[in-house]
């Protein structure tokens, strides 16, 4: 099983600022990686897939990058609303055995 | 717009089978190149893929939990259903049904029910 892990477990952040979380993979998983945000009480959504590609309607100031074992989400300039828990999964298993990280929390400081 | 909604019991008694489905709307679940997944996640932490299965009606579950998992297609009605059974009190979270996209990746989710396993 690849174990993915993310960091820090909580960031804490003014709005207007930049946020950057990390995620690791135990092994590679090429490109093969997506981002989801959570907020309470709601289903995780959609975000980055393929490591880099935003999924329909995200806003530009959501980015992701690396490749590999390496990952990163950047936002840009956070808005109110992009205070949530952000998870990492990969994709990469034949057959699938998908797998998260254990969040970041995004918090307003 | 394609709406996925889970139903089913909200609490099961330890050692029973939980039995759960999504209704999907909005869309067929007979299309080709999507499969259809349950995900759950435990009050207070994170997610955890329990299987799919595809629009051909294979299946592919988690190895931690396939002895217990049966996922199932009804395509007269345009849903799937999850079946754990033996439940403890560590079944017990949000379970989610969710679209596997073309990109492998979950687009779609349903609003998530939370199933409680307790005598």
């Known amino acids: 099983e690849i174990v993915m892990t993310q960091s820090p477990a909580t960031l804490s952040v003014s709005p207007g600022e930049r946020a950057t979380l990390s995620c690791r993979a135990s092994q590679s998983v090429s490109s093969n990686l997506a981002w989801y945000q959570q907020k309470p009480g709601q289903a995780p959504r959609l975000l980055i897939y393929?490591?880099?590609t935003r999924a329909t309607g995200i806003p530009a100031r959501f980015s992701g990058s690396g490749s590999g074992t390496e990952f990163t989400l950047t936002i840009s300039s956070l808005q109110s609303e992009d205070f949530a828990v952000y998870y990492c999964?990969?994709?990469?298993?034949?057959?699938?055995?998908?797998?998260f990280g254990q969040g970041t929390k995004l918090e307003i400081k | 717009q394609l709406q996925l909604q889970e139903s089913g019991s909200g609490l099961v008694k330890p050692s029973q089978t939980l039995s759960l489905t999504c209704a999907v709307s909005g869309g067929s679940i007979s299309s080709g190149g999507y499969s259809w997944s349950w995900i759950r996640q435990p009050p207070g932490k994170g997610l955890e893929w329990i299987g799919y299965?595809?629009?051909?009606?294979?299946?592919y579950y988690n190895p931690s939990l396939k002895s217990r998992v049966t996922i199932s297609v009804d395509r007269s009605k345009n849903q799937f259903s999850l079946k754990l059974s033996s439940v403890t009190a560590a079944d017990t979270a949000v379970y989610y049904c969710?679209?596997?996209?073309?990109?492998?990746?979950?687009?779609?989710w349903g609003q998530g029910t939370l199933v409680t396993v307790s005598s």
């Open positions: 999964q990969q994709y990469n298993n034949w057959p699938p055995l998908y797998t």
């Open positions: 393929g490591a880099s």
């Open positions: 969710a679209r596997e996209g073309s990109m492998a990746v979950f687009d779609y």
């Open positions: 299965i595809y629009h051909s009606g294979s299946t």
